[in-house]
């Protein structure tokens, strides 16, 4: 069946601090031309700089995936890509004031309550994946794995041999509903890695309202009052599962699903939609966005 491409409606802005930074920035997401993809465009420099979605431009993937020119970055671009990629945007135009992308309440859920698609006059040109293209991390045992297929599809497992999370699963097709399945699923962390994490500047916007926090081994009372500070709550407990009560799971593999949603938005680096069947063990930005680069190099000899 023959799918046109899409881009957005009409204008949509967010703003809000960067889960990293800390940094309040703000994001206009504008309609664009047909066969023009996913730009970046960093507005709030003297001289505006642009910034292609594609793999090649990633410059870290340290704990989120950034996409740079130069000297010029935009970071935590997953979350908005994995929406664009669940709504079927094929362009985009996206101005950032500021140097990394609202967290928002962590997931994709905002962006797909907020952006329509409109469709354009040009069919949709997808990735064709030639042969099957296989990144793995034989330390952590992680791997992605692409082969060609007639669609996309996702299936992803989840092992951080943690007693609370146990082994969890999800996948995604084109039949899968985005919004509702993948799109609410929120971004977490460890307790113990939280001060780590902060110590280390990665994680200066984490609050109470944007991250899933997993309770891996006993903490005390001073503990939970440190972090509770921290994350903006006058008061936070353990709840019987193992998380942090600041926040209500969606589901019980929610974590499983927000790795998903990653590797959907780090899989969308490769220029497009892509016809391929992705399966992933111990999915994270680091090997994502390397498996996009491989498929970039063998599509288009880069």
Do not use: W
């Not at 800390?22 to 066969?35: H, N, Q």
């Not at 130069?70 to 094929?90: F, K, P």
């Not at 952006?115 to 992680?142: F, H, L, N, W």
Request: charged content about 25%; hydrophobic content about 40%; overall charge negative.
């Amino acid at each position: 069946m023959l799918v046109n491409q899409r881009t957005v409606a009409e204008i949509v802005r967010f703003e809000g601090k960067g889960l990293h930074t800390g940094t309040f920035s703000r994001i206009t997401i504008l309609p664009a031309p047909a066969d023009s993809g996913i730009v970046f465009v960093r507005t709030d420099l003297e001289t505006p700089v642009k910034i292609n979605a594609l793999a090649e431009n990633v410059t870290s993937t340290a704990r989120s995936t950034t996409i740079s020119y130069g000297d010029v970055s935009v970071v935590t671009i997953e979350h908005i890509m994995s929406a664009l990629t669940g709504l079927g945007i094929d362009n985009a135009i996206i101005e950032v004031e500021g140097l990394e992308i609202p967290i928002l309440d962590g997931s994709a859920k905002p962006y797909v309550k907020a952006i329509k698609a409109a469709e354009q006059d040009a069919p949709r040109r997808y990735v064709e994946i030639p042969e099957t293209v296989e990144i793995k991390d034989e330390q952590s045992g992680s791997f992605v794995r692409i082969e060609p297929a007639d669609s996309f599809s996702a299936s992803i497992t989840v092992d951080f041999s943690s007693k609370v999370l146990g082994v969890q699963t999800a996948s995604y097709d084109e039949q899968t509903d985005y919004a509702a399945e993948i799109a609410v699923c929120r971004t977490f962390c460890f307790f113990h890695e939280i001060e780590f994490l902060f110590k280390n500047n990665l994680i200066k916007g984490g609050d109470a309202d944007n991250a899933i926090v997993i309770v891996e081994h006993p903490v005390t009372d001073e503990q939970l009052s440190a972090i509770a500070g921290l994350v903006g709550k006058p008061k936070i407990n353990v709840t019987h599962e193992g998380y942090l009560d600041n926040l209500t799971l969606h589901f019980p593999n929610e974590c499983g699903r927000h790795k998903l949603l990653d590797l959907i938005g780090d899989i969308r680096l490769v220029g497009g939609f892509p016809k391929a069947k992705i399966t992933a063990f111990k999915p994270g930005h680091g090997i994502n966005t390397t498996a996009a680069k491989a498929v970039r190099k063998l599509v288009n000899n880069i």
